[in-house]
């Protein structure tokens, strides 16, 4: 165990919490009109036509082919990316692939998948997707239209999740039934609110997810995103009940497929607890596990390790047909 014991920070991002003080962490009451809220959302993202456009990075490989990718996601809001296709084999299986609030600039090429098409989208407003007047400063982007539920970015984020399935699935129609998500932080969130509604993804991989338990989510001490919230919140306590309808732990309690959940013990952007929250929150059954990393959004002694072994587990999720 190589948990930090030294960091710059002014408070404690284990939260003085030990494994089975995290372990017994439970979601937050859910506000009324959850599913209601996200089920429209859904079926609006489901008529979306998306018009992908594919066109051949100059980015060679021996293993893919790669493509830069854009497509329309709801509010005809133009999402740019990637798309991965094996060189050789059949594509059996589809993965959209979401980003942390460090965003994306380019592809990851060694995921451990084969006969896979990879989707690596950047979520509207960051990096590739990035578009006036909306901002690139997480600090800033994570509070753009907090003020509107139905027109929140984060919202908007999640339907660019689910218009990524239909893009796979367009493109290439054997993934239908056979669409995974991996995601990290913002993106480890997001695809906790995205799984639950969208009936095509067959299973998910979340890392430190945030947006897990938003009561205790606003009360922790915390930096990044997650902490302009919680600055804007002093003077918008209304945001609290907003928030009760993004809560990546109320959304986790509906998930029903298989999911590999990464989550940290010290963690100072994506509070522990409320990681656990989302972790906990999976129904318990066979198929999902929890993977116990010491760190997350931190570097620690035996981090290449923890990440490895984290590695040959995703390789075993997304390779099964």
Known sequence: MSIPKRHPYDFDPTYGLGLADLRAIRPPREVEGFDAFWQARYNRALAIEPSPSLTRSPTQHPKWLIHDLSYTSTDGFRIGGWLLVPHHGNVRRGLVVGHGYGGRDRPDLDLPVDDTAILFLCFRGLSRSSRAPISTDPDWHVLHDIDKPDRYII???????????????????????????????????????????????????????????????????????????????????????????????????????????????????????????????????????????????????????????????????????
């Open 155 to 321: 919202g908007g984020c999640v339907e660019d999740v689910w218009v990524a399935v239909t893009v796979l699935n367009t493109l290439f129609p054997g993934t239908k039934g056979h669409v995974g998500y991996s995601g990290i932080s913002l993106g480890g969130g997001i695809g906790a609110l995205a799984i639950p509604y969208d009936d095509r993804i067959d299973r998910g991989h979340l890392v430190v997810p945030t947006f897990g338990n938003r009561p205790l989510w606003l009360t922790l001490p915390t930096v990044g995103s997650a902490r302009a919230v919680q600055v804007y919140g002093h003077s918008h306590p209304e945001v609290q009940e907003t928030l009760r309808l993004f809560d990546a732990a109320t959304a986790a309690t509906r998930i029903t497929v298989p999911i590999l959940c990464a989550v940290a013990r010290f963690d100072p952007a994506v509070a522990p607890p409320c990681q656990f929250s989302v972790a906990n929150a999976l129904p318990i059954e066979d198929c999902n596990e929890i993977f116990i990393l010491d760190a997350g959004h931190f570097d620690y002694p035996g981090q290449a390790a923890q990440v490895s072994a984290l590695m040959a587990k995703v390789g075993n999720l997304f390779g099964t047909p």
